[in-house]
């Protein structure tokens, strides 16, 4: 099992940035970033093959949010820029071996492992 560690959650005031880290004792070929708001479903936020360094994101994050990798630390990474109140949730990495074409990136389903969660909130 693959064990996830997130880091770099805080608060902030809007338009301000943030640096999420995962940390993965090994990575699976597509790494995640999924975040949860109280009151709404969990939403995919970007993904990345590790293997390619493909990316991808939710519409309305692009241009925002920046997925990476630094594969000597087994860690992905999360820039998030110009952040609204809306991104206020907590965000969850997650790992997956299986094909995208199996219900897309932001399909939680097919994510076999998850870390704890970091805390983001963004205040107006």
């Known amino acids: 099992q693959v064990q996830l560690v997130e880091s770099g959650g805080g608060s902030v005031q809007a338009g301000g940035s943030l640096r999420l880290s995962c940390e993965a004792s090994?990575?699976?070929?597509?790494m995640g970033w999924f975040r949860h708001a109280p009151g709404k479903e969990r939403e995919g936020v970007a993904a990345i093959d590790i293997t390619v360094g493909a990316t991808y994101y939710a519409d309305s994050l692009k241009g925002r949010f920046t997925f990476s990798q630094d594969n000597a630390k087994n860690t992905v990474y999360l820039q998030m820029n110009s952040l609204k109140p809306e991104d206020t949730a907590v965000y969850y990495c997650?790992?997956?071996?299986?094909?995208?074409?199996?219900?897309?990136?932001?399909?939680?389903?097919?994510?076999?492992?998850w870390g704890q969660g970091t805390q983001v909130t963004v205040s107006s």
């Open positions: 997650g790992a997956r071996a299986a094909p995208l074409w199996h219900g897309g990136w932001w399909a939680a389903d097919w994510y076999t492992d």
């Open positions: 090994q990575y699976k070929q597509y």
